[in-house]
């Protein structure tokens, strides 16, 4: 029997074990202008298991800002590609920085 490769184990556990991974905390930057989408920090939970950790929100006459503090059992890389498309169906630019690896 032949042992599945290392990386098919880390997906098939990505799905199947989320606790079992270890966590990441990175801070994500999110930039709009006024009346293009809204903000709802609770969606990002819905991406890859993501849980939001904490969220500041500015907003001025024509742009809005959140930076939010979110913890995740993804890459970076894979963060990154989640949020920056969900960013830009809903009318945003996101940047995302890494805090810390595994916690």
Known sequence: MQRPARE??????ALVLPWAMPEH????????SRGRGRLEPAALAS???VRLLRAELAEGETAVCAALTL???VPVAQLRAA??????ENGWRATIA???GPA
């Open 98 to 100: 890494p805090l810390t």
């Open 25 to 32: 905390r990175s801070i994500v930057v999110l930039l709009g």
């Open 8 to 13: 098919s184990y880390a997906a098939f556990a």
């Open 71 to 73: 913890a995740h059992g």
């Open 83 to 88: 949020v920056g498309a969900w960013a830009g």
């Open 47 to 49: 991406l890859l298991g």
